[in-house]
């Protein structure tokens, strides 16, 4: 077949998709670990920690009780009503069943929610760094990606003033990540009530992603729902078990709205996954409603880990990186080193950076530029205190070798 009738088998839509920038990164470090090569990863999005056993009792039990079949499509009851009384004890905010939707991952929130809420030539404002699915999800269902540039003055934040001024007649949607991956930076109730009036003075919708809330090591996580009525009507809150419990591959993420906005998801779910497994949903019941001793345990292993990696990487020559509130990544800026020659050759942006820095010292990282921010990188500290002390002292060879 030709390539061009090849090419005609793919959907616009599909063939719109672009392809991950990390893929050759990701598969040069594959290989080396393939070939016995002690790569450390610095990549990985998820946890170290393994799944807290009473929350992997739950799924087992409920499998042993035969609660193997379909659910309604927009999950179980038992669970919607753990998460009314989540969100009621440490949100301080107050919702139904009606108002809730359990998915397949956080991922799969996101991507219902735009769904439920975007047109074909709708906006959607979305900050640098961003987590790299938001624009991909808005492009393949017809969006238009807005970028806000943030600062690392503003501690890579965006600004109301900065919000306002690329608000157009189009514009249906912003997105705000608070913690945020890539960054870990977290916003304050001050910051989120001035992006909150210029919400509500737009009539514009908010996806408020906080699927880190449980990790912030600084201050309270505070919901942008939380800050009036105006507010919650245009919010959609994403949240889910996966990072806070180590809960990644259990697939299980929810989402908190106006009850049309759950109505509509609940019916594209319906047409396309339908329910998440069930056994999934039960042991997201006891992550949510059990003891949170066990996230507190790992929560400060975190922090220990962040105040290793955060010093080690500022007293590198030429990289600077500011204390992440949250999450589990640092995410340094390494843009000095653009135009210096190592052992691979002559570093021309962070893709090449992260390229030449895995063949070298073997160190797996991602760049910033899969984030929408030349100039970055990103670290996770989801490993072992070991692998980051090491890490640390490759990149310091890497880094001093540059000419």
Same mark, same amino acid.
């Given at each position: 077949?030709?390539?061009?009738?090849?090419?005609?088998?793919?959907?616009?839509?599909?063939?719109?998709?672009?392809? *991950?920038? +990390?893929?050759?990164?990701?598969?040069?470090?594959?290989? &080396?670990?393939?070939?016995?090569?002690?790569?450390?990863?610095?990549?990985?999005?998820?946890?170290?920690?393994?799944?807290?056993?009473?929350?992997?009792?739950?799924?087992?039990?409920?499998?042993?009780?035969?609660?193997?079949?379909? +659910?309604?499509? /927009?999950?179980?009851?038992?669970?919607? =009503?753990?998460?009314?009384?989540?969100?009621?004890?440490?949100?301080?905010?107050?919702?139904?069943? =009606?108002?809730?939707?359990?998915? %397949?991952?956080?991922?799969?929130?996101?991507?219902?929610?735009?769904?439920?809420?975007?047109? @074909?030539? =709708?906006?959607?404002?979305?900050?640098?760094?961003?987590?790299?699915?938001?624009?991909?999800?808005?492009?393949?269902?017809?969006?238009? %990606?807005?970028?806000?540039?943030?600062?690392?003055?503003?501690? !890579?934040?965006?600004?109301?003033?900065?919000?306002?001024?690329?608000?157009?007649?189009? +514009?249906?949607?912003?997105?705000?990540?608070?913690?945020?991956? @890539?960054?870990?930076?977290?916003?304050?109730?001050?910051? &989120?009530?001035?992006?909150?009036?210029?919400?509500?003075?737009?009539?514009?919708?908010?996806?408020?992603?906080?699927?880190?809330?449980?990790?912030?090591?600084?201050?309270?996580?505070?919901?942008?729902? $939380?800050?009036?009525?105006?507010?919650?009507?245009?919010?959609?809150?994403?949240?889910?078990? /996966?990072?806070?419990? /180590?809960?990644?591959?259990?697939?299980?993420?929810?989402?908190?709205?106006?009850?049309?906005?759950?109505?509509?998801? *609940?019916?594209?779910?319906?047409? $396309?996954? /339908?329910?998440?497994?069930?056994?999934?949903?039960?042991?997201? !019941?006891?992550?949510?409603?059990?003891?949170?001793?066990?996230?507190?345990?790992?929560?400060? $292993?975190?922090?220990?880990?962040?105040?290793?990696?955060?010093?080690?990487?500022?007293?590198? @020559?030429?990289?600077? %990186?500011?204390?992440?509130?949250?999450?589990?990544?640092?995410?340094?800026?390494? *843009?000095?080193?653009?135009?210096?020659?190592?052992?691979?050759?002559?570093?021309?942006?962070?893709? +090449?950076?992260?390229?030449?820095?895995?063949?070298?010292? !073997?160190?797996?990282?991602?760049?910033?530029?899969?984030?929408?921010?030349?100039?970055?990188?990103?670290?996770?500290?989801?490993?072992?205190?070991?692998?980051?002390?090491?890490?640390?002292?490759?990149? *310091?060879?890497?880094?001093?070798?540059?000419?």
């Amino acid at each position: 077949m030709a390539e061009k009738e090849k090419t005609r088998l793919i959907s616009e839509r599909a063939l719109g998709i672009k392809a *991950s920038i +990390t893929m050759s990164i990701t598969a040069m470090a594959n290989q &080396l670990k393939k070939e016995g090569k002690p790569v450390i990863g610095m990549s990985a999005g998820e946890p170290d920690f393994d799944t807290p056993e009473s929350i992997k009792q739950a799924g087992i039990q409920s499998i042993l009780d035969g609660k193997t079949k379909y +659910t309604p499509a /927009s999950g179980i009851m038992d669970l919607k =009503d753990a998460i009314v009384t989540k969100l009621k004890q440490e949100n301080q905010l107050d919702y139904t069943s =009606d108002n809730i939707i359990i998915s %397949c991952g956080g991922k799969h929130s996101l991507f219902n929610a735009k769904m439920a809420l975007l047109n @074909p030539g =709708d906006e959607v404002i979305i900050p640098t760094p961003y987590w790299v699915s938001y624009p991909s999800q808005v492009e393949v269902l017809g969006g238009s %990606c807005v970028y806000i540039e943030t600062k690392e003055e503003n501690q !890579l934040k965006v600004t109301p003033q900065e919000l306002e001024a690329v608000i157009t007649p189009k +514009t249906k949607l912003f997105i705000l990540n608070s913690p945020s991956n @890539p960054s870990g930076m977290v916003y304050s109730r001050e910051e &989120l009530a001035a992006l909150a009036a210029v919400i509500v003075k737009h009539d514009i919708y908010v996806i408020s992603d906080e699927l880190y809330e449980k990790l912030i090591y600084d201050g309270d996580h505070v919901s942008i729902a $939380s800050l009036g009525d105006e507010i919650k009507d245009r919010t959609i809150i994403v949240n889910g078990v /996966s990072k806070a419990y /180590s809960m990644t591959g259990w697939r299980i993420g929810y989402t908190v709205a106006d009850a049309r906005i759950i109505k509509a998801m *609940s019916n594209i779910q319906s047409h $396309s996954t /339908s329910n998440p497994a069930q056994a999934s949903q039960w042991a997201s !019941l006891e992550a949510v409603r059990g003891s949170q001793e066990v996230v507190a345990k790992m929560k400060q $292993s975190f922090q220990e880990r962040r105040q290793a990696l955060i010093e080690g990487l500022n007293d590198l @020559p030429g990289v600077s %990186c500011i204390e992440p509130k949250g999450a589990f990544y640092a995410f340094p800026n390494i *843009s000095s080193s653009f135009g210096k020659r190592c052992e691979s050759g002559v570093i021309q942006d962070a893709v +090449t950076f992260c390229e030449y820095l895995l063949k070298e010292q !073997l160190v797996a990282t991602v760049p910033g530029s899969a984030f929408g921010a030349e100039g970055y990188i990103r670290l996770s500290y989801a490993t072992s205190m070991d692998q980051i002390q090491e890490a640390l002292k490759r990149l *310091s060879v890497f880094m001093n070798g540059l000419t």
